[in-house]
């Protein structure tokens, strides 16, 4: 069996497309953003990447009908300003360091062979507490990509994030830069601690500006106020009212 | 070495038979049912499947002869209503995702070479509590199947299992539904903290009717019986009997 | 690199050789037995394997001259009614399920080669508590073996080992039955909380009758009891004395 | 992909290198000590390997710009009694006994290719405590060179380290001997609790007095006098001053 295997719904033919990536990752950001962005732009699904890299898992639809867990193409061609672009998302990252170096190589080698512009790896920042307005740090292939990010909003802070970035968002970066394709890093901060549509929403609001695509936040904005309803809920449970001076009488 | 050797005892001549998987999983549920059954209609062993994605391990018969871990498959002819059966039940399941991904693949192959008309694979639904009448739940590689299932008395239940289905019995629809294969899971519900006899009945009777095999249940009601002693008993030393008040008075 | 690298000191000429395993295991019992033997019969090494399923590590000898871990294979001419044999010892046994196939699949693909008439692994069978007088235990790869066995003393008990044979000393037999090559697995009791030289002593009894060796077992005695003289210590460090009555007093 | 990928800045014309080896290990010793050494000969980086046996990792420059995780190979030419030099150092080791020797053979390989002499690989040798005066023990692939070693002040202690030497200061000695290649590993004692800048110099001493480079230790002195402080601070808090006896009046 190999290793990787793709089945094609299409073939599209794109010109020069943007890749946009975003899988399971800390606070599902990078995963969240990327889905959000193809529904609004109407991404047609043309093929499905299988690995025994993957859990060996089905999931269920609606229905009882399984499909095997994978990762996912779309594309969505683009009018104006908006170039082509191509969406990779799915279920799971590579179980193993092998696993994840395989399958980024893997989608490096179909990006050349689609002469693939540039990649958007999209992400989550755990910084370990809840955070009001979450910013987008930034990392890139090369400096003349760093400039140019900057000016749309992205934050490089000397140091951030300090271990580096781990799995396809970052090794599509690192490969990428090897194999001479030019790629960006945004990542959304985010508590690592829920599913956070308020990181996916910032990573995405840049994104939007850099694509050129017009993008409806309401559902993302939904979303997020639910998470915080949840996470605001829990927080009183955690802390409960301070007990009056005399509750604790017995103790001192 | 070869990941994966098959030894032949025998190469049956068969018609477009059905294949029924019973590997050890949840409660033990989907092994035991094929077990049985493939007693029932009294199968004949006719191939030893050894992977290196097996533990390195042999079994010892009462004898103290050794055999290596492995896969089994057994064929059973059909007559009248009854389709040739071609079952696969074994010891263990591959170890890691790659051999769960392998193994799977290779009984896919051997399935097409041998034109498997369809798939029933067995397994437990673990539901973390102990239940009198087990249902049995179904998952399958279309929709079609998914309707006539639903007639044969099959549940179909809309986010169960929410998390999909994990192992051999996941595997062969995920990767044959790719390659094909038409295919069914069947799942009893277990708790999953003992082998579940009661849970192998109720999927094997609805696979029975089916599949239009007879089958006494006779033995599988004992043992399920056995299971449930054991457990009652257990349930005794838990929960002993509720002290009388002035037995905690030192307490209070 | 290659999975598995010999290296030959030398080929020798052996007539329809008898090979001995022990590899470290439960109690090491089996390595101190091959050990033991190898010395008693002046056996000269001829070859070193060396594996990527052994740890990364090297050894060092008394002067500080370093050697990578490896397997080891000695032989010894027979004469008379003692046959020529091939001793596999070493340091460690492959470090993952896949590395214990191939290195066992390796090994038995040597014995063909060098027509090896029968193999013989030893192991420890631990039963978890301090044991006086241990028993040899048997597996075998057939039923006429098992009885040739049990006329040398070998106990072949149902249901003992419970759990079958783990590692080298199952692999060979079970890979080997496949292979047509003749197995027995001999098995010494031992705790298996200390390296065991009354095990190694037990099975080297039974071997040395059936290979025709004469063996002074002085040394494995020494070894022996300095063993027991640490673990009555030890078991006094845990039994203190019964504290009197009165000591307890101020609990009840 | 390839398990190991080299890209070549620059092919360099060496004649008979001698190459040090420091990569990350027991107090960062080895990879403190390497660079420091091609940073005082002023070496030049001539190659990077990237391996699917490191994380799946980036890591950021100041400025935001990504690199994937690597092993470094730098040269320095030698002039008068100083040799040519290779350095091997980088962010990781093979995550897997695999990835190990299937990274220590490359190099090798590389070694043969460029006829290098001899291979000194540098580490720590973790005691589990502070240490004043950290002594420099050594292993080597042949007698003659530990002889040699001990006249350059290097320590070959009897059953020091007890356990051997893991990792690839250890493999590029052991494949290294089967290759014939001559190697030595010099280890500098070490808590092992912290990077130790004090275990490099030890290291550096005696291996800048065997390739005749003249060293200015001030950088790596004043490391080891802040890890000096820190620890120093550690320590305070970890043992505060003892209490008064009249503060535990309320216990006895």
């Known amino acids: 069996m190999d290793n990787i295997k793709i089945v094609f719904l299409e073939e599209p033919e794109l010109k020069s497309p943007i890749m946009v990536e975003g899988l399971p990752g800390v606070g599902n950001v990078g995963k969240l953003a990327a889905e959000h962005l193809l529904e609004q732009v109407k991404a047609t699904k043309f093929a499905d990447i299988y690995s025994k890299f ?20 779309y ?63 930034g990392a890139a292939t090369d400096l003349d990509l760093v400039e140019e990010m900057k000016k749309k909003g992205v934050i490089f802070s000397k140091g951030e994030p300090g271990s580096g970035i781990v799995g396809a968002s970052g090794l599509l970066l690192g490969l990428g830069k090897i194999e001479g394709i030019k790629a960006v890093c945004l990542m959304g901060e985010t508590s690592g601690y829920f599913v956070d549509p308020k990181g996916a929403e910032a990573v995405l609001r840049v994104l939007a500006s ?16 639910q998470i915080d309803m949840i996470t605001s809920k829990l927080k009183e449970i955690e802390q409960p009212p301070e007990p009056r001076r005399e509750d604790l009488g017995y103790i001192g």
């Open 75 to 137: 594309y969505s061609k683009g009018s104006g300003d908006r170039p082509d672009i191509i969406f990779l998302t799915g279920d799971y990252q590579g179980l193993t360091p092998e696993g994840q170096y395989e399958l980024s190589d893997y989608i490096l080698q179909l990006s050349k062979k689609w002469k693939v512009k540039m990649i958007f790896t999209l992400g989550g920042y755990g910084i370990g507490k809840m955070i009001e307005k979450p910013r987008v740090l």
């Open 210 to 225: 850099i694509l050129n695509v017009e993008i409806d936040f309401s559902e993302l904005e939904t979303k997020a106020e």
């Open 54 to 73: 993957f859990p060996p898992q089905v999931l269920l639809d609606d229905d009882g009908v399984i499909r095997l867990v994978n990762n996912q193409l």
